[in-house]
């Protein structure tokens, strides 16, 4: 085989390999965006640690065939950039949503969630959702508060025989 075809077969499995092994990817056409914009794109989902990058639409196409996901083939039109996160479901959405806000060419097209073909609504709707640290911490929260309560409770019934018994 001919080296370019050798080099093609490897970003088509290196494609199938971050569709396969993300819980989250989102597909976007960020046309228009000036160099500073898509290194300031680029530095935040790195820090939200989001994989981000540009692909050949075809090379994403033939990746698609070997997992499936051939539904994201009709988004593929145009400058076509994938990012992807192997932990965090929200933090693509989240991270990409917040910068199409305030950076009109941004684009979000598509996405998929853990192995499934998301909306655009659904991609939006993700991005509305609190990080896992934020989940986790609403869920510690609320398991506290059983706990909290019943300590208030035993140190005003304490207190309250303490004036009484003095």
Request: hydrophobic share 40%; charged share 30%.
């Amino acid at each position: 085989m001919s080296k370019v075809i050798e080099q093609k077969e490897q970003v088509v499995q290196e494609i199938t390999d971050k569709l396969q092994n993300s819980v989250s990817t989102v597909v976007v056409d960020y046309r228009g965006l000036n160099v500073a914009e898509a290194t300031e794109l680029r530095k935040q989902l790195r820090e939200a640690g989001v994989d981000f990058k540009v692909y050949k639409n075809t090379m994403v196409r033939r990746a698609t065939e070997k997992t499936n996901l051939t539904e994201l083939d009709e988004f593929l039109v145009g400058p076509t950039a994938v990012a992807t996160s192997t932990e965090d479901v929200v933090a693509p959405a989240k991270v990409l949503d917040g910068f199409a806000k305030k950076h009109e060419a941004l684009q979000i097209k598509t996405g998929v969630i853990e192995g499934r073909v998301a909306s655009l609504e659904e991609i939006k709707e993700l991005a509305t959702l609190p990080s896992y640290d934020g989940m986790v911490s609403m869920l510690l929260s609320v398991l506290q508060a059983p706990i909290r309560n019943f300590a208030l409770a035993s140190k005003a019934v304490a207190d309250k025989k303490e004036e009484e018994g003095a």
